[in-house]
């Protein structure tokens, strides 16, 4: 019984131990609107919601789909956020929103931030800044060009 008792002593001090090496979490990075590129990932940005329109409310038998293009932006300039499912619920105009590990979507050629399944979209106190709406990333229109090496 004794034995049982300590190897149970050491169990636990073997996993307190590792809890201990375990690496911490690192902390964001938090990035600005206009510093945002066409086809990048893993965005966490701090950003007032200025309008929401609702593209698509559909409820068939097994699941909602709902989507909803708003725009966000900081002090530094706006983006199209296209929200999806709860998402559009929280995106309300007026809302401070935290958009963490974000990426970029290309649609018909301009530039859109969305959060998939691994990121998250948390509401949060408001902030003092004002959105800069005058540089509004997405009405930059790109094109994909390939260019070819010659030797």
């Known amino acids: 019984m004794e034995s049982k008792a300590l190897s149970t002593a050491t169990k636990q001090q073997a996993d307190a131990a590792a809890a201990?090496?375990?690496?911490?979490?690192?902390?964001?990075?938090?990035?600005?609107?206009?510093?945002?590129?066409?086809?990048?990932?893993?965005?966490?940005?701090?950003?007032?919601?200025?309008?929401?329109?609702?593209?698509?409310?559909?409820?068939?038998?097994?699941?909602?789909?709902?989507?909803?293009?708003?725009?966000?932006?900081?002090?530094?300039?706006?983006?199209?956020f296209t929200a999806r499912n709860d998402q559009v619920d929280l995106m309300k105009p007026g809302n401070t929103v935290v958009l963490r590990n974000a990426k970029i979507d290309m649609f018909k050629g301009s530039m859109r931030l969305a959060v998939d399944k691994w990121g998250r979209v948390e509401v949060t106190e408001p902030q003092a800044f004002e959105v800069k709406e005058d540089n509004n990333l997405s009405l930059v229109e790109y094109e994909?060009?390939?260019?070819?090496?010659e030797l």
Do not use: M
Not at 29 to 35: G, L, P, Q, T
Not at 144 to 149: D, P, R, S
């Open 20 to 80: 201990a090496t375990k690496p911490s979490l690192r902390k964001p990075v938090f990035v600005k609107v206009e510093s945002l590129k066409p086809g990048t990932n893993g965005h966490t940005l701090v950003v007032k919601v200025v309008r929401s329109n609702t593209v698509l409310n559909k409820k068939p038998r097994y699941q909602n789909s709902k989507i909803a293009e708003c725009l966000v932006g900081d002090e530094t300039g706006a983006i199209l």
């Open 144 to 149: 994909l060009v390939n260019v070819v090496e």
